[in-house]
């Protein structure tokens, strides 16, 4: 079946990097999203990959997809307070149109 | 960039009556969009896909009789939770396409957060 996992809490300290881990099922995936919420927001999209490539850096966000493992990451260096939302792995994938499976999100707490 | 409008941010309603949702995209068309609920500490959960001129695709186990889905035109698409019960409250975000090219993504309204007392 469609399955996002990830972990669901993370404490880092302001300047330090972040990585956030994301495991996925359906290998039919074709684009893997990072989005981020703000609280009592809707989600944000910070970055994406497409499923053929390996890594992915958008300034401080660095995507890396190891497709045989059926594993994603987001790396944010120099973590900053305002950085703290929660993250949700996404994939797309077909199903008859396309369908998006969200993770359960995962909590960043940055310490000052 | 592209920005969808979701009214209202927060609704109060008693048991029984119906509650109207609204999801705008404001500066550009969308012919697709989806609407999502979302559950305290928990993940978006796809109810349906809203299709402009046609009748929405729901999803295993939404009821499209209590969850009713209109999307008359290519900006607009509405949610009505009709005779909403406490169990209903939730929150509730729709999203649509950006673009004819997946890599763009979605965007999301800010969402409703629905309280039913």
């Known amino acids: 079946g469609e399955d996002v996992e990830q972990s669901l809490f993370l404490s880092v300290r302001e300047g330090d990097s972040s990585v956030i881990n994301c495991t996925y099922t359906?290998?039919?995936?074709?684009?893997l999203y990072w989005y981020k919420q703000e609280p009592g927001a809707g989600l944000q999209l910070l970055t994406y990959i497409f499923s053929n490539m390996d890594m992915k850096q958008d300034q401080r966000l660095t995507v890396l997809l190891n497709k045989k493992d059926k594993h994603l990451s987001l790396r944010i260096a120099d973590t900053q307070t305002g950085d703290s939302a929660i993250y949700f792995c996404?994939?797309?994938?077909?199903?008859?149109?396309?369908?998006?499976?969200f993770g359960a999100g995962t909590r960043l707490f940055v310490k000052a | 960039g592209a920005v969808v409008s979701q009214h209202p941010s927060w609704v109060i309603c008693k048991s029984g009556t119906s509650v109207k949702i609204e999801c705008r995209s404001l500066?550009?068309?969308?012919?697709?969009m989806f609407w999502y609920r979302q559950f305290p500490k928990q993940s978006l959960m796809l109810m349906a896909t809203?299709?402009?001129?046609?009748?929405?695709?729901?999803e295993q186990g939404v009821e499209k009789d209590k969850f009713l889905i209109n999307h008359a035109s290519l900006t607009l698409s509405t949610l009505t939770v009709t005779s909403a019960h406490p169990e209903d409250s939730s929150f509730y975000i729709c999203?649509?396409?950006?673009?004819?090219?997946?890599?763009?993504?979605?965007?999301f309204g800010s969402g409703t957060r629905l309280t039913v007392v």
């Open positions: 996404a994939e797309s994938i077909r199903d008859g149109g396309f369908k998006t499976i």
């Open positions: 999203s649509a396409m950006t673009g004819l090219r997946m890599s763009y993504g979605y965007t």
């Open positions: 359906d290998s039919s995936s074709t684009y």
């Open positions: 809203s299709n402009e001129g046609s009748k929405a695709t729901y």
């Open positions: 500066d550009f068309q969308a012919t697709t």
